[in-house]
């Protein structure tokens, strides 16, 4: 299975609601990644988990919140979200150590607040 | 300051012709080289990469991209462009460790 899932596939939520994005992976892998990315740009990196560990946060608001519950598993907790943030969030993930290798990105949550 | 530039912002190219697209980056050393395509809604899908060795790489849907360490590119290319390969297109540099750095992207498309 080299697949990386993200559920749900879209979300529509108004500004007070709280929701959750999730993404997994049974690659194995033990690093893995949120991503935001407006139409027509790069991601740009959010969030990273290294062996179920925050290892990097990109000043990200704190209206998102990351969780690693296990190495399979990643999930963003969204609350109070402004209209800006609607966007595509990508989930990835990659092995870590040794030699670098690829990250494998899902399809995305596409997200759009009201 | 350490970038990466895809100078093409758009390109347009007629199916069945070639293809070039761009990269460079500016990092000390050698970085890993990744190129990504993203249909519209889509996630990224990786094209190829490089790590080591040698500078003309293979990648999947007929592209390839050659290393060219004395300008610091990294340019994807295939010699047949299909319909199917629209698409934006994201070069991305690893320096060290796991953070990619992404291009702005280029987006492709092709006339029949």
């Not at chain 1, 033990?30 to 925050?54: G, N, T």
């Not at chain 2, 050659?66 to 299909?82: A, G, T, Y």
Request: net charge neutral; proline share 6%.
């Amino acid at each position: 299975d080299t697949e990386v899932t993200q559920t749900p596939k879209h979300l529509v939520m108004g500004m007070t609601n709280k929701k959750s994005l999730k993404c997994e992976q049974h690659m194995g892998h033990r690093a893995m990644y949120w991503y935001k990315q407006k139409a027509k740009k790069p991601p740009e990196l959010m969030f990273v988990y290294s062996y179920e560990k925050l290892s990097i946060n990109e000043s990200v608001p704190s209206r998102f919140s990351p969780e690693c519950p296990n190495s399979s598993l990643l999930n963003l907790h969204l609350h109070a979200l402004q209209p800006e943030d609607s966007a595509l969030y990508l989930c990835a993930s990659s092995q870590t150590g040794g030699d670098y290798n690829e990250q494998f990105f899902g399809p995305g949550t596409r997200l759009t607040v009201l | 300051a350490q970038s990466v530039t895809q100078p093409d912002i758009h390109i347009t190219v007629s199916e069945g012709a070639s293809l070039e697209l761009r990269c460079n980056y500016s990092y000390g050393a050698t970085p890993y080289l990744f190129w990504y395509v993203q249909s519209p809604g889509q996630g990224l899908q990786l094209l190829l990469k490089y790590f080591s060795g040698d500078t003309l790489v293979q990648g999947i849907k007929g592209f390839e991209a050659e290393f060219k360490r004395s300008q610091s590119s990294f340019n994807l290319r295939k010699p047949s462009v299909h319909w199917s390969d629209a698409a934006e297109y994201f070069c991305a540099v690893v320096p060290t460790g796991n953070q990619f750095y992404f291009g702005t992207g280029t987006s492709l498309t092709v006339i029949p």
